[in-house]
């Protein structure tokens, strides 16, 4: 049978009346199933005209086009049906002959010739072709074998439910690692990314072979038409299949209507990944491993909170509007166990919204429960969930006012706000570095003293110093850790910028950069918070070389800090500070760079008490440490014998500095714990230890007697290999000696103690730990001048003997 001349649909006038019909009002809802029916009849029209219609066949539209789902230049998903005795070449060719007739017309059919016994088959390389059966019309052919396919596959489909279900979730999760899980690209695919067409699908699959599963509520549905206009404006700009809503088409469509901005979609997608996501974790079938493991679980749950299916559920939901502190215990507890919050859960977050919001906007002391947060392994999950629910914007207005918001650098390919929690991510994958490299910075990291303002001063990179500090203020953070997230904040770009712009060889270049960093612990900060916005990347393949080149610029500015310990010093006090002028003059500049103004007028007031006798002691309890500050008259064996004093009791010291004046004052920090409470439960223990430091300050007690009964720890049980440095192109006057060992109690007595018995005077000591690892800084002189070699090989052998 001869083919009938048609005419191509683009050209009928029914086409550009769609066309114009859509960019007057933007309606896809509208627009779909008029392009649908448009599609119908192009396929009917060619089937009857070739000699297709004359063989037992039957053509169905599947996915896409079997749902109504169709796009202006969307490919037209059609499934070619017959027996099995049929599929003759005679039949091929008539097939070949009706396809072409619908490509003349301008539809581009994807198609499958297929018999009915091939349809009721689950094959691994075909699943996605077999998934599209779901949705399926006939359209044209043999309406007996039609409808007997829909009786096949309407029971396959019932059969096979499960199975089904299962590979649309693993393709569907598949899908949503490629675009790292999130919806909040700056250039989205509207169809394949998370939150797209692809995801309503999915949700519409699922609820089709579950009859317990929920459509599309009206939130959704009205979603699913904004993507669905979307798609249909960027097919007609492009006159094409596509589907990319780049920076141009924004502009151009949110200046003819702002009701299609980046926001706009952004609110959407989330919309539709939330449900996308919990759908997902309802079908997820659970592993025999996760089977045995759930009564683990469930003994994890508290008077709060349930772990039942792999979830966390509230225990007593309808309290979280009168107390908004249970979403932030409720990140904590998902922080700190890496369990998802149930559908349920999120649901009731959401519905909270406003109360927590209402809650945050004045003053709380929410920091002890985001501190915490921040510093579990888990701390991301806990994020990226209160931002999913909308909730992280509710409790910070800063966050709100990033969400969706693009990034003024080009290296980024995502939100602000995604860029952020990408951020967190790569410090938290520290904690088992990939390679060689992010092994430095894991060790680095776990040196840091101040992980949450860490964390959190990530959380606020795209606000200003001022603005991140607020935000901390008014959250209760301490004021040491506001100002650590306004300096890192304000300061985010030095460190990088240094290290793709700077000559880190000039000796000026090193002075200014550690000039604007401060001190060794600020720089380690800094460097942290560098590594984890090279990292939040995604997979630049430039990212291993910057991440060299930063570790080049920590270890070089490292070195120039550790220089001006001893050689920068105050000769002339800032201008604010006249009164402090005596007592400031000559410590090291590092002194005005780590305290605050009250810390050096407190030193300032205790320096004064020390004058008429000699000595004088302040006993501070902070945040699960205490602090111990000395100020007194020089002498020998001072430091390692208030070291000696305070381990006597069975205290810990974590953190230590020493620092002398010009007129021959010591000004010695200690931050020490208690881990058998013995200062807590005995508070006459810490008028006994401070008296004890008066007696050693004065001579009248040998701190060595104190230690003489104590014991070593064992070197079997060492962590940490012993390595001892000396410099002596540090300073013109002494030699900076750096050891890092395993921490052991006593241990800085001991290392002071060898300097001092060796005829060393120390100058300046900087003390720190992480862990079990003790890393200590010591500027050393022996009459005046550097230690000679001989002397350094010596005090090297004795402190490798003591450590």
């Known amino acids: 049978m001869a083919a009938r001349t048609l005419r191509k649909l683009q050209d009928r006038d029914e086409w550009a009346e769609m066309r114009e019909g859509f960019l007057a009002s933007r309606d896809g809802a509208t627009l779909q199933p008029a392009l649908t029916q448009a599609v119908d009849g192009v396929v009917r029209e060619a089937f009857d005209a070739s000699s ?53 017309q301008g539809v581009r059919p994807n198609h499958r010739l297929t018999t009915i016994e091939d349809c009721l088959e689950l094959r691994e390389r075909s699943i996605d072709t077999s998934i599209g059966l779901l949705d399926r019309r006939l359209v044209a052919g043999d309406r007996a074998l039609g409808a007997k396919a829909e009786r096949e596959l309407s029971a396959f ?22 675009y790292r899980g999130t919806p909040f690209h700056l250039e989205p695919d509207v169809r394949e990314a998370p939150g797209g067409s692809r995801d309503l699908r999915l949700l519409g699959a699922l609820s089709r072979l579950s009859p317990g599963q929920a459509g599309l509520d009206d939130s959704l549905e009205l979603s699913a038409q904004w993507i669905a206009s979307l798609r249909c404006y960027l097919h007609y700009r492009a006159g094409d299949d596509h589907n990319l809503f780049d920076a141009d088409s924004q502009a151009e469509l949110s200046a003819a209507d702002p009701k299609f901005s980046l926001t706009a979609y952004f609110e959407a997608a989330r919309r539709i990944f939330n449900a ?47 107390d908004p502190m249970m979403a932030f215990r409720l990140a904590e507890f998902i922080a700190q166990h890496g369990i998802a919050p149930a559908p349920e859960t999120e649901r009731r977050l959401e519905a909270e919204r406003a109360s927590i919001a209402a809650f945050c906007a004045q003053p709380q002391p929410i920091w002890s429960s985001l501190k915490t947060t921040l510093a579990q392994p888990h701390a991301p999950m806990a994020l990226r969930m209160l931002r999913d629910v909308s909730v992280l914007g509710a409790m910070m207005p800063e966050w709100a006012a990033i969400e969706g918001k693009p990034p003024a650098d080009a ?24 390679d060689a490299l992010r092994q430095r910075f894991a060790e680095l990291l776990s040196e840091v003293e101040d992980l949450p303002a860490l964390m959190f001063a990530l959380l606020m990179q795209n606000s200003s110093g001022d603005v991140a500090r607020e935000a901390s203020r008014r959250i209760q953070a301490p004021d040491a850790s506001q100002e650590i997230v306004r300096f890192l904040v304000e300061r985010q770009s030095e460190l990088s910028g240094a290290a793709s712009g700077r000559d880190l060889d000039n000796p000026v270049t090193l002075r200014l950069l550690a000039g604007k960093v401060g001190t060794v612990e600020r720089l380690k900060l800094l460097t942290a918070m560098s590594y984890a916005r090279l990292s939040a990347l995604d997979d630049d393949a430039t990212t291993g070389f910057r991440l060299e080149q930063l570790w080049r610029t920590y270890s070089a500015t490292q070195h120039e800090l550790m220089q001006e310990l001893e050689t920068d010093r105050i000769n002339t006090p800032p201008e604010d500070m006249p009164a402090y002028a005596a007592f400031l003059k000559g410590f090291p500049l590092r002194y005005l760079r780590s305290r605050t103004a009250a810390d050096i ?65 010591i000004l010695d920090t200690f931050v020490f714990i208690d881990p058998k409470r013995t200062l807590e439960l005995n508070p006459s223990e810490s008028e006994r230890l401070h008296d004890l430091i008066l007696r050693v300050a ?81 500027y050393v002189a022996q009459e005046g001048k550097k230690l000679s070699p001989e002397t350094q090989e010596a005090l090297k052998e004795k402190i490798l003997e003591v450590c």
Not at 157 to 174: G, T
Not at 606 to 622: D, F
Not at 734 to 760: H, K, M, P, W, Y
């Open 698 to 778: 004065r001579g009248k007690t040998d701190a060595t007697r104190l230690l003489r009964n104590r014991g070593r720890s064992d070197s079997k049980k060492r962590t940490v290999m012993s390595e001892v440095r000396f410099d002596s192109e540090a300073c013109e006057t002494a030699t900076l000696v750096e050891i890092v060992t395993e921490d052991r109690q006593g241990l800085l007595f001991s290392l002071a103690t060898v300097f001092s018995s060796n005829g060393c005077n120390i100058d300046v000591v900087l003390i720190d730990t992480k862990g079990h690892k003790a890393i200590d800084v010591f």
């Open 52 to 104: 297709a219609v004359r063989f037992p066949i039957c053509v169905m539209a599947v996915s896409g086009f079997g749902r109504g789902d169709l796009y202006p230049y969307s490919d037209a998903d059609i499934a070619l049906i017959c027996e099995a005795d049929a599929l003759t070449p005679q039949l091929k060719d008539a097939v070949s002959q009706f396809l072409n007739l619908v490509r003349q």
């Open 157 to 178: 489909f019932s059969k096979h439910a499960q199975k089904v279900c299962q590979h649309i979730c693993e393709l569907a999760k598949a899908r949503h690692a490629r």
């Open 411 to 434: 290296d980024h390919r995502y939100t602000m706000d995604e860029n952020a929690l990408a951020s967190i991510e790569g410090i938290t994958e520290l904690r088992a570095p990939a």
């Open 276 to 322: 996308a996501r919990r759908a997902l974790e309802s079908f997820d079938k659970s592993s025999s491993l996760l089977e045995s493991f759930r009564a683990l679980q469930s003994r994890l749950s508290n008077h709060e909170f349930t772990v039942s299916r792999e979830h966390v559920f509230l225990c007593k939901a309808s309290e979280l509007a009168a």
């Open 601 to 665: 007028e407190g030193d300032a007031r205790l320096y004064e008490q020390s004058r008429p006798t000699g000595v004088a002691v302040k006993i501070e309890r902070l945040e699960g440490v205490y602090r111990m500050t000395i100020a007194a008259r020089d002498a020998p064996f001072l430091f390692a014998s208030f070291a000696g004093a305070i381990s006597s009791f069975g205290l810990d010291i974590v953190k230590a500095e020493a620092f002398s004046n010009s007129r021959g004052a």
